[in-house]
């Protein structure tokens, strides 16, 4: 007899897709392990558990456009952490659902969650834009090969680009560095009560700063308005922890930052295959 905590995938399809018109769900997922009662499990009980883990990790990997990252996560505030991406809200639903029990009703305990979605910058330059750039600022001319190569080069970037923050293929970099933001809306300091150039100003300085890191970093930022408690989380994803640090410190000097952010909690994580994370896990 199926136990009826366990989703099979064929139930879970069952339901209608939800997926949005554009963009990914995105799911950052970090959980404590109660070791104590995990150690009360014998050894044939806890193999199968890690089997049982093991098994749904593949599964939810073969799903279509689905990316699902497993962390070890640095310092008490979380133990195992996950990075779920997938088109499919009910399928993220079921997954999130699946992934607390894999290793037993009373082993993972949430510690921290957040749920976000993929999404394009509303200050992303357009083809237009960036022609009467070339004009004003480069003295091209209108209908000049020059110009056109250029608009062309550029067309090619921001595909690259717009693909990133919607569909990105996230690196298999060791260190993930994940954090929740919000534009602060106080006084004199309200994001909001900027007028959209002056918001598209700020942030084309903020992400010049940003490309410094370029090879050092490689950052996500998805939207979570309306969906959980701030507006924008943050994955940063780097070789070294000592990038992430520099690249927040040094852009924290940035009007963005200094004047309009708000920063929640930092949770850093390293990426391990499942059988390194379970030897780090002691499990």
């Not at 554009?22 to 150690?39: K, N, P, R, S």
């Not at 037993?104 to 330059?125: A, D, H, Q, R, V």
């Not at 410190?249 to 930052?257: A, I, L, P, Q």
């Amino acid at each position: 007899m199926q136990d009826p905590a366990i989703t099979t995938a064929e139930e879970e399809s069952a339901s209608p897709a939800l997926v949005p018109r554009e963009g990914w769900v995105v799911m950052h997922l970090f959980y404590q392990i109660d070791y104590a009662t995990w150690q009360l499990l014998g050894s044939d009980v806890q193999r199968q558990a890690k089997t049982e883990l093991a098994k749904l990790v593949q599964e939810i990997r073969a799903n279509e456009n689905t990316q699902l990252l497993t962390f070890s996560m640095v310092s008490p505030k979380a133990d195992i952490g996950f990075m779920l991406l997938t088109p499919d809200l009910h399928l993220a639903n079921a997954f999130e659902k699946r992934l607390s029990l894999a290793l037993g009703p009373e082993i993972l305990s949430p510690s921290y969650s957040y749920l976000s979605m993929t999404e394009k910058s509303e200050y992303t330059t357009s083809e237009d834009q960036y022609r009467a750039q070339l004009i004003a600022e480069e003295g091209l001319a209108e209908g000049s090969s020059e110009l056109e190569e250029k608009v062309v080069e550029f067309n090619d970037r921001m595909k690259k680009y717009l693909q990133h923050r919607l569909y990105p293929n996230l690196p298999e970099w060791p260190i993930i560095c994940f954090y929740p933001m919000n534009k602060r809306r106080s006084g004199e300091d309200n994001w909001y009560s900027l007028s959209f150039d002056q918001r598209k100003e700020l942030m084309g300085g903020h992400a010049k700063l940003g490309r410094q890191w370029a090879g050092k970093i490689l950052q996500l930022i998805t939207g979570s308005t309306g969906i959980d408690d701030a507006e924008w989380g943050v994955s940063l994803f780097a070789h070294d922890i000592i990038d992430v640090k520099e690249i927040v410190y040094e852009m924290r000097f940035d009007e963005v930052s200094a004047r309009y952010g708000e920063f929640g909690e930092f949770y850093i994580g390293l990426q391990l295959s499942l059988d390194e994370l379970f030897q780090r896990l002691a499990l």
